[in-house]
């Protein structure tokens, strides 16, 4: 199992940026999958990015496509958000899985481990 630690959560203007870290340790192996939800209040949580650690492909929540870009540096997984709304407003959580079954999966419920999450705020 990983553990995961995320960073770069604050207050932001709409129409500024964030740029969201998560450190992952436990030594995932090139099956692990990685991604971010978010969940804002009174909503259920919702997929946002994913990346495929070998070969870095990548997946995103169609809505989100445009602002949002997940990358990751060795055992470094980045959110950076442009463009940001008052609809981006959520406390953010990077997860992980293992195992790649040749599509990808967005369901938090098929995501096993879990960071504490960082909480953004975009102000009008």
């Known amino acids: 199992q990983a553990q995961l630690v995320e960073s770069g959560g604050g207050l932001v203007q709409a129409g500024g940026s964030l740029r969201l870290s998560c450190e992952v340790s436990?030594?995932?192996?090139?099956?692990?999958?990685s991604g971010w939800f978010r969940q804002a209040p009174g909503n259920e949580r919702e997929f946002v990015a994913a990346?495929?650690?070998?070969?870095?492909d990548t997946y995103y929540k169609a809505s989100l496509k445009a602002r949002f870009t997940v990358s990751r540096d060795n055992a470094k997984m980045y959110l950076q958000m442009n463009a940001l709304e008052p609809e981006d407003t959520a406390v953010y959580f990077c997860?992980?899985?293992w195992g790649w079954g040749g599509f990808w999966v967005t369901n938090a419920i098929d995501f096993k481990d879990w960071g504490h999450g960082t909480k953004v705020t975009v102000s009008a």
């Open positions: 997860a992980g899985r």
């Open positions: 436990g030594r995932p192996q090139n099956n692990y999958v």
């Open positions: 990346i495929r650690w070998l070969g870095n």
